[in-house]
C-alpha cells in the first residue's frame, strides 16, 4: 500500500491511502496527540465524508483492533508446533495499575513464566520490550507462555 504523508503546518499531520473502493481512508495526528479518523467521499477522494475524533487511547484500542490479530496470528503459528506455549494478548487499560510504569514494574516473567514478545501501541508495534518499556494506557501487550502462565498474566495485567 502507498500511503501518503501530509504535513499540516501547525496542526500535525495527514496519512492516508486509497482502498480498493475508490475512498481514501486516513489519520490526522495533532500536535497535542489527538487523532482523527477520516475517510474521503466516493465522488471524490479529496472530500472527507466522514471525520471521527479519537483521543490517544481509543486510537490505541483502534490500531489494536487493526494490528494486533495479526501479530498474535503470526506468533501462533511460529509457535504451534511446540507443545503447551500459546500466544494471547492483554490490553492496558486507562488509569490501571500498569498504565504509566514499566515493564520490568510487572515481574511478569518472574511471577508467571510467561514472557511479553512485544507492545502495540497505536498501530506501532514494539518487538520484545526492554525492562525500562513504559506502558500507555491501550497499549496490547503480547505474552507467550504456558496456559498456567497466561492465566497468572490474566490475573496481574487485569485482563
Known amino acids: 500500500m502507498n500511503v501518503e504523508v501530509t504535513p499540516l503546518p501547525g496542526i500535525g499531520t495527514r496519512q492516508d491511502f486509497m482502498i480498493r473502493a475508490g475512498r481514501r481512508i486516513g489519520v490526522i495526528t495533532y500536535r497535542d496527540g489527538k487523532f482523527e479518523l477520516i475517510v474521503s467521499s466516493k465522488e471524490d ?8 475524533p479519537l483521543t490517544p487511547a481509543e486510537a490505541g484500542t483502534l490500531a489494536g483492533l487493526l494490528g494486533s490479530p495479526q501479530l498474535v496470528a503470526h506468533l501462533e503459528e511460529q509457535h504451534r508446533e511446540v507443545a503447551g506455549i500459546s ?5 492496558i487499560v486507562p488509569g490501571s495499575t500498569f498504565d504509566g510504569r514499566t515493564l520490568g514494574a510487572t515481574e511478569l516473567r ?31 501487550v503480547v505474552v507467550v507462555g504456558t496456559a498456567d502462565g497466561l492465566a497468572r498474566t490474566a490475573d496481574i495485567l487485569g485482563g
Do not use: E, K, N, Y
Open 45 to 52: 477522494p479529496d472530500d472527507c465524508s466522514a471525520s471521527i
Open 110 to 140: 518472574t511471577r508467571t513464566g510467561a514472557s511479553i514478545v512485544a507492545v502495540v501501541r497505536a498501530g506501532s508495534v514494539h518487538p520484545s520490550p526492554r525492562p525500562d518499556f513504559t506502558f500507555d494506557g491501550g497499549d496490547l
Open 87 to 91: 500466544t494471547r494478548q492483554f490490553p
